[in-house]
């Protein structure tokens, strides 16, 4: 509404355009060094009259606002919004830009991952934008009630009109702003340099930016956007790239890799290689120059503290605390002892004397009396009093050898207990059965009734008896059998011993070629171990996963599992003609008798393997001094941690870039290497002269002849060099090339936006809020800024 | 609030008295904010780029167009060039080490791999 050409003449203006010119010179110094964030409050709003304009600059990466008219935007942040939990008062709060990590310590930042306004370069969240304004406004120093200063801001090529309008909406509705003007961040570095002399008037401008990278001809100062071109990858894309590749080659330091840190790294170790393939067999060779080219860098590590060999107090010490101990043992296990055997002592004791009461008892008494002692019959104390004096004998440490009396003295006894064993069935009695270890009782002569009953009983008897002598035969077969695993046992321990002093004899007469054998068969036992393992782990790994999708092939590398799917869907498809006859018949079943259950050959191979290599590995540490067993060696990419069976050492903790200093910002020039399907860097230029509306030779020379880099990617070492070789093979022979990068392609932008505001006209560029709404959305759509003023 | 934390002016404050609708009142609290965002396919299918002339540049058709060199075939482990492919888990390798590697990772890792590539079976 208000005219600002009254405004202009004000003296301050000129003042600007010095600072401006000096300054310049400055930029030529390339700066490597990453972005820093710029958050100071500024206090000088209201010195600026409203007729000065507020430029931003909103890119994907970071978004600058400033003044018009000066050199350097004033506040610059990272242009992402997060909304943690405060964890003490848990109100959630929003943080905009990146600031300190150790202030965010104080909220909770689980559920919050930093969060941009931006789908690829178009803003389309703005409840995100509107936090980062308010954010770059309350910065900037605005105070009172709106911001009452024209506003250009830039953005993305072709920007859709939806994204356009609802930006306007958001700064007209929300800011009270009066005036909004949208241009292109590309073409105000462009007309910035070429003020300075670096392009000139027709040039292409090619800007590798952070999500995107466009390429736009110019054509008598003003951007031909029909010509323009525009690829889907950008720094972001380079910077994720390298993360994965970091993360698969380290997994045990994925946590140390934060995207922030990749950037770093990037910025600061990636380069562009002139030819990729050379370069990469460079390193595949290992040549030397390959080695200068290798940057490590080396997490922070402590070694662990070394144990130094005990001093000799120190043994000394130990050794005199061990040995009392022992000492207190030794007596400890002694009293126990002697207490054990004088309570033995007592119970035989007890026993005889009661042996020699029964025998003084009379016959008939004997029920009784035994009742009264507890014990059910005569045997039953001979065989305690039998336990208890061999228990004596072994608490009073005689030797062994008494032990094998005892034990045949047992079997004799054994004998005599499965007396029934030896008698066939037929011939067993039902006095046998009643009484199997007490002689016959004497038994009176019946009458023929009472012979049928006893007959009867007789029959019910038998079939006691014969249970009787399962019984017995059971316990005999298990004894035996027994008493045969323990000689086995004898047998095998003999056998080992003398395997163990051929082996000696051996050694003994040639230890250089036993040594060899012995080092030969070690080899081969450990690699046919690790190839079971891999396969099984292969297939373990697989069956253990569950979100590998696809067919399961990698779960039947194990020979008998594939035999068994071969004939099930044998079985499942060779059957009728569509239909699954499969079960009616019963010989179809016996399918599953062929198929041998899994895993079991494996395993009974495995551990006789696994055995073996111990006993081996055990044999060579003994004789070979130089011998270090063979660790399980899994190859550091599949190692889930670090390989722990070795002390850690400092290389563990190096993160080393070789080939990935080149490899990631190579997808600028082959986005097909991250599976994205459009052209290069190089190819994008040919696409853009070849859609240029009028084809004419003399024009394509002179965008051919200036060729403009801006844009944070283009800051990678040899990018000239390569741009320059790339669109050299497109380009017709001997066609004049010459690739020139802006002065400083992170901050042009703005500058020439700066620039641009500063000018008198700029106020014919700008709508304001009545035209926004009178005019409609169509007009909007048609809305262009014009470049050159 | 710690006292470090107000310091730093870390938190955006709710009240801005530049801003004629605070955001408060704009998104109340409790109801879902995020989900009525178009993203951009949604605001390109809304543009309807098709009712004007296809010669005029839109956001759609300044897109580049697909690559007309062949592609480079990097072994997706080591970087180097790599003329084979392992049929297997479709990861290329640039010789018999590296193939050694390849056939001894866990699934887990090969669809990682491949995902690089943008290859990865992705299961819908």
């Known amino acids: ?789 | 609030m710690e006292a470090e934390v107000i310091e730093a002016e870390l938190v955006l404050p709710t009240y801005l008295s530049f801003k004629r609708v605070q955001m408060y009142e704009k998104y109340p609290k409790g109801q879902s904010r995020g989900r009525h965002w178009k993203h951009l396919k949604q605001i390109l299918q809304a543009e309807n780029y098709q009712n004007y002339p296809p010669d005029e540049p839109n956001y759609v058709n300044i897109e580049s167009p697909p690559s007309m060199h062949p592609c480079k075939r990097l072994c997706d482990m080591t970087g180097y060039e790599a003329p084979y492919y392992d049929p297997r888990t479709n990861l290329r390798y640039a010789n018999a080490e590296v193939f050694k590697l390849v056939r001894s990772l866990p699934s887990e890792y090969v669809q990682r791999y491949l995902a690089l590539r943008n290859a990865a079976v992705v299961l819908k």
């Open chain 1, 1 to 789: 509404m208000v005219c600002f050409c009254s405004q202009l003449n004000r003296p301050g203006q000129r003042h600007w355009s010095i600072i401006f010119s000096t300054a310049s010179r400055e930029r030529l110094k390339k700066k490597k060094m990453p972005f820093i964030s710029k958050i100071k409050r500024q206090t000088d709003y209201n010195l600026f009259p409203s007729s000065t304009p507020i430029v931003i600059d909103n890119g994907a990466s970071y978004f600058r606002i400033g003044w018009a008219g000066e050199t350097e935007p004033r506040v610059i942040f990272r242009n992402i919004v997060q909304r943690p939990r405060h964890k003490t008062t848990g109100e959630t709060v929003s943080i905009v830009g990146d600031h300190d990590p150790a202030l965010l310590k104080y909220f909770d930042c689980t559920r919050s991952g930093p969060r941009s306004a931006f789908d690829n370069d178009v803003v389309y969240q703005f409840e995100i934008m509107e936090y980062i304004l308010d954010f770059a406004f309350d910065r900037l120093g605005a105070n009172g009630s709106g911001i009452d200063h024209p506003v250009l801001i830039t953005e993305c090529v072709c920007n859709p009109v939806h994204s356009r309008s609802k930006m306007a909406e958001l700064l007209f509705e929300t800011y009270g702003v009066p005036s909004v003007a949208f241009g292109v961040d590309t073409a105000f570095s462009y007309k910035y340099n070429q003020q300075h002399g670096i392009c000139g008037q027709d040039g292409l401008a090619i800007c590798p930016g952070f999500s995107t990278t466009h390429v736009i001809p110019f054509v008598g100062g003003e951007p031909v956007y029909r010509g323009s071109c525009r690829t889907n990858i950008g720094g972001y894309h380079v910077t994720d790239y390298l993360k994965q590749l970091l993360s698969l080659k380290y997994p045990h330091h994925m946590a140390r890799l934060t995207w922030e840190k990749v950037e770093d790294l990037k910025m600061e170790h990636c380069y562009i290689a002139p030819d990729y393939f050379s370069e990469a067999r460079l390193f595949q060779k290992g040549t030397k120059e390959a080695e200068d080219k290798t940057r490590c860098w080396q997490l922070p590590w402590v070694p662990p503290p070394t144990e130094e060999p005990p001093s000799e107090e120190e043994i000394a010490r130990k050794a005199a605390i061990k040995e009392r101990q022992g000492q207190r043992l030794r007596e400890m296990a002694e009293a126990k002892r002697s207490s054990r055997i004088n309570e033995l002592e007592n119970e035989l004791h007890g026993l005889g004397f009661l042996l020699r009461q029964l025998e003084q008892v009379e016959a008939n008494d004997i029920p009784s009396f035994l009742s009264a002692t507890g014990y059910v019959s005569k045997q039953e104390i001979e065989s305690s009093l039998a336990k208890v004096t061999q228990s004596l004998r072994k608490a009073k440490g005689e030797p062994k050898s008494e032990q094998a009396e005892v034990e045949e003295k047992t079997e004799a006894s054994m004998n005599e207990k499965y007396p029934l064993i030896h008698i066939p069935d037929n011939m067993l009695t039902s006095e046998q059965v009643l009484n199997p270890k007490e002689p016959k009782l004497k038994k009176k002569k019946k009458k023929c009734i009472i012979i049928a009953i006893v007959i009867k009983l007789l029959l019910a008897m038998v079939s006691i008896q014969l249970k009787e002598k399962r019984r017995q035969i059971f316990l005999k077969t298990t004894t035996e059998g027994r008493q045969r695993a323990k000689q086995k046992r004898v047998e095998e321990g003999l056998e080992r011993e003398r395997k163990n002093q051929e082996d000696e004899e051996r050694r003994l007469e040639n230890p250089e070629l036993y040594a060899e054998q012995m080092r030969a068969k070690y080899k081969e036992l450990s690699e046919r171990i690790d190839q079971r393992k891999r396969l099984k782990t292969n297939g373990s790994h697989t069956n253990g996963n569950n979100t590998s999708g696809g067919v399961g092939r990698g779960e039947r590398l194990n020979a008998a599992q594939r035999e068994r799917m071969r004939l099930l869907t044998t079985a499942a498809f060779d059957r009728g003609k569509g239909e699954d006859t499969f079960g009616a018949k019963d010989e179809d079943w016996q399918l599953y008798k062929l198929m041998s259950r899994d895993n079991d050959d494996d395993d009974e191979g495995a551990e006789a393997d696994e055995a073996e290599l111990a006993r081996v590995s055990s044999r060579l540490q003994e004789i070979d001094p130089k011998f270090v067993p063979k660790q399980e060696l899994v190859p550091p990419q599949s190692a889930a941690e670090a390989p722990r069976l070795r002390p850690l050492t400092k290389e563990d903790f190096q993160i080393v870039l070789g080939v990935e200093r080149f490899r990631c910002p190579e997808i600028l020039y082959h986005p097909n290497l991250v599976g994205i399907d459009q052209v290069g860097l190089d190819e994008m230029t040919g696409v853009s002269i070849r859609r240029l509306p009028s084809k004419d030779e003399d024009l394509e020379q002179r965008l051919t002849s200036s060729i403009f880099m801006t844009g944070g990617c283009c800051l990678f070492p040899g990018m000239s060099q390569r741009l320059e070789a790339g669109i050299r093979m497109i380009r017709p022979c001997g066609a004049p090339i010459n690739v020139v990068r802006a002065l400083d392609p992170v901050l042009d932008a703005w500058r020439g936006a700066s620039l641009y505001a500063a000018k008198l006209q700029f106020t014919e560029q700008t709508f304001t809020r009545m035209d926004y709404y009178e005019k409609g959305e169509d007009w909007l759509r048609r809305y262009q800024l014009r470049y050159t003023l």
